[in-house]
């Protein structure tokens, strides 16, 4: 399960993290059972990291199906009882434009992606956290997807959050695995455009998020490499080295953006 606590966000078009009080609850069992088998889960996650068109996209276009239909799955438009569990919930106020219209059941799709279809999409940027109830101890981290601008930025930064504990990106350390971890909550979100997550340095809300997750560690005791035992976080390493040449960009974009959450630690 995803518990998704929204924060007061002022950015137009939901391009900071937060929007308007609320609570969504998603559980991860409906993105399982909807994509039908683990294998077909993998191949999607897999393709909506890389910005690729996923198996679920092209199966929805072909049989009218709604499978990929984040937002309205998580506002409870198509009935699905899984036995792993369901979408449930959702929070009736949104900041920013609202999710975009969607087909009704059984429409016929376009016959070929719009020629600017390239140009809605973005990346999406999220920093979360998760607690370990046995340790007492949080773990900080972030992650990243290709999104559709035109949907709500909110339920798939949700979404961002689902498939990070399902697929390892290389630019990430390891998702924390013990049992005894809650959901993770997410933080905060930011948007850029690199579609090609090897340009990534290109967007100031990948600086910003690079910022936001140092931030996080240390102001819930830092990593293990910093302080050494008694542990304070599950964090084993820092999300940002000390001597990175661009720590402090990092650190003062994320603070532009969500004031400081902690004061610079590196070098």
Known sequence: MLRLVPEGGTAAGEVGAGGAAGELVVTGGAVVAAAGSVLLLCL???AAVDGSETPIDIADEFYGTHFGDVSGWVQGQYPFNAP?????????????????????????????????????????????????????????????????????LREQAALAVILRSLNH???ENDEPKDAGFDPPTLDQFDV?????????????????????????????????????KPYRTENVVRGVAKDNPRGR???DAATERWGQFHSYTGY
């Open 44 to 46: 999607t996650v897999e």
């Open 192 to 228: 850029g455009a690199a579609i090609d997550y090897g340009r990534r340095y290109e967007d100031a809300a990948y600086w910003r998020i690079r910022g936001r997750e140092q931030q996080l560690i240390d102001s819930h005791g830092g990593a293990q490499s910093d302080t050494g």
């Open 84 to 152: 792993n569990g369901a979408v449930t919930g959702a929070s009736k106020a949104q900041a920013g434009p609202a999710s975009a219209t969607l087909a009704p059941p059984g429409a016929s799709p376009k016959s070929e992606p719009g020629k600017n279809d390239k140009a809605r999409r973005g990346r999406i940027y999220v920093t979360y956290t998760r607690l370990n109830k046995n340790a007492n101890r949080y773990y900080a981290g972030r992650t990243s997807m290709v999104v559709d601008l035109n949907k709500s």
């Open 169 to 171: 990106h290389i630019d």
């Open 249 to 251: 960009r990092f650190h």
